[in-house]
């Protein structure tokens, strides 16, 4: 069946691209909040500790004057500093109207004709190994406070107010991403960046970092807008990717069956992966926005812009760069490790051996990395050291053991620790470079495999790796590969 849409014709061979902007959440690490002097930081969101974070400008009391957070203007001029925004020297903090338990003003302090930060961009890498890349633009960035925590139970509902007032910058992008992986990718590199400036602590778990994604799809080639959906407050990376694939598989099914999409606001259920209607997707005419009465226009003066960008600190790319330069490492690995601020200084503290770098770097994103993930651990949660992975980088390297033995040390040393020289020699994993001891087995296997061995001496040299491969397993494991190679070869031509 064909259905028309967006004045083109389509069915259910049509190829549709999917159109992403992503509106994402970053709560700052202020000490305080950002108009009033209750504590912004909680140490603990404990039934004790419910609706004391408050005062009277969190809970929208009559006669009370919101006062601006100096260091909050300062965070968020960072942030688009490191994002290549234009900063507006003159912004304006506006109401924004609407009724939610969690927010007892009845209207949130946000920004709109004059927001902080504007017209800044990304560089974004993606795909198996980076290679694709692509520059997303940032609309803007403003800053607003966050609302309350409303939690539901059976048959009511109760509303804590210890985040009201948090202070918040929305980094809002173009709508320029074509598939999750991109946006997945855009996520990340933001994430990276608000973490190296520690303007945000990071935790996706507490909200510090949540994303709005906004989702529409069109046929591939068409330059028109389809109807957008926005999927709210979803604060992990993986689900964002989940959440935005199936989103755009509804939307399609939606279309072919000759329905429209409807412009709302929909929530994601990670269990079912599927998202589900909350309501009716407002505009900003309906937040009936104006300039707030209790708070001036603040201006920011060119010295102390200049100063904030004199300050920042090494970014991702930079330091990915550096890496790179330095250590030798592939784009790839050095993006991988400096997309964590953590895991960049762990490596650079255990990599000061330039000729162990590249080792270190297999096993940091390799094993350890996958053990770490499963675990839903950071690095610096573990029992690894950085001077573990020195001394693994210097093992591998003089020969003590293989690439393939590192491994199985890291494995031990993620459940136990110690040291590397005594788990190396206590699992027995040292590698066998004695040409005596090896001699006897590679004569054994050459004497067993007379067919292989008249392939191979008739130009058939591959079979190296079956005889190379037999004398390690013979070995368990523990030989020297490359000695053992290079004796085996000597052994078939001689």
């Known amino acids: 069946m064909s259905i028309q849409y967006l004045g083109q014709q389509v069915d259910a061979n049509t190829e549709f691209e999917t159109v992403i902007g992503l509106e994402v959440h970053v709560q700052l690490a202020t000490e305080s909040k950002i108009f009033s002097q209750a504590r912004s930081r909680q140490e603990s969101v404990s039934e004790e500790a419910v609706n004391k974070n408050t005062t009277p400008v969190c809970t929208g009391h009559p006669g009370s004057l919101p006062s601006l957070n100096k260091k909050a203007v300062e965070y968020a001029v960072m ?3 490191a994002t290549n925004c234009k900063i507006n020297q003159k912004s304006v903090f506006s109401r924004k109207h609407y009724f939610y338990p969690d927010s007892p003003k009845g209207y949130q302090i946000s920004q709109l004709e004059l927001p902080l930060n504007e017209h800044g961009y990304l560089d974004i890498e993606y795909g198996e190994q ?6 997303i633009g940032i609309t803007r960035i403003h800053m607003e406070e966050d609302a309350g925590k409303t939690v539901h ?22 709508p320029e991403m074509r598939s999750s992986a991109e946006a997945g990718a855009y996520l990340r590199k933001l994430y990276a960046i608000v973490t190296y400036l520690q303007v945000c602590d990071g935790n996706l778990q507490e909200g510090n970092f949540r994303c709005d994604a906004n989702v ?15 999927i709210k407050n979803v604060n992990s990376f993986r689900f964002v990717e989940k959440a935005i694939e199936y989103e755009a598989e509804r939307q399609r099914q939606v279309i072919l069956s000759g329905d429209r999409v409807i412009q709302e606001t929909r929530l994601y259920d990670s269990q079912k992966n599927q998202t589900f209607s909350m309501r009716s997707k407002e505009e900003a005419e309906d937040y009936r926005y104006f300039p707030d009465p209790d708070l001036p226009p603040f201006e920011l003066k060119d010295a102390y812009i200049a100063k904030l960008r004199d300050g920042l600190p090494e970014l991702p790319d930079a330091k990915r760069d550096r ?7 592939s784009k790839y690995d050095a993006g991988l490790i400096t997309s964590s601020k953590i895991l960049a200084n762990f490596y650079e503290e255990a990599a000061t051996d330039k000729g162990d770098a590249r080792v ?24 690894f050291t950085p001077k573990q992975f020195k001394d693994l980088g210097r093992a591998v390297n ?36 004695d040409t005596s001891a090896l001699e006897p087995i590679i004569d054994q296997i050459i004497a067993a495999n007379p067919n292989q061995v008249a392939e191979f001496r008739a130009g058939k040299d591959k079979l190296i790796g079956f005889f190379v491969g037999q004398a390690m397993k013979a070995t368990g494991g523990k030989a020297n590969p490359s000695l053992l190679q290079e004796m085996v070869i000597k052994k078939l031509k001689g």
């Open 79 to 81: 942030v688009g500093l």
């Open 130 to 135: 980076g290679e694709h890349s692509k520059r």
């Open 323 to 329: 890496f790179i330069e330095h250590f030798g490492l």
């Open 360 to 383: 270190i770097a297999n096993l940091l994103t390799g094993e350890a990395s996958r053990l770490l993930n499963d675990a839903g651990q950071e690095i610096t949660e573990s029992k």
């Open 216 to 230: 529409s799809i069109r046929p591939k080639g068409s330059t028109q807008l389809g109807t957008r959906t926005e």
């Open 153 to 174: 139970f059976p048959g009511y509902s109760l509303v804590n107010l210890n985040r009201a007032g948090t202070p918040l910058v929305e980094v809002v992008s173009e």
């Open 398 to 433: 003089d020969k003590t053991i293989s690439i393939t033995a590192a491994k199985q040390v890291v494995g031990i040393l993620f459940n136990d620790g110690g040291d590397v020289d005594t788990v190396i020699e206590k699992a027995g994993l040292k590698q066998v470079s």
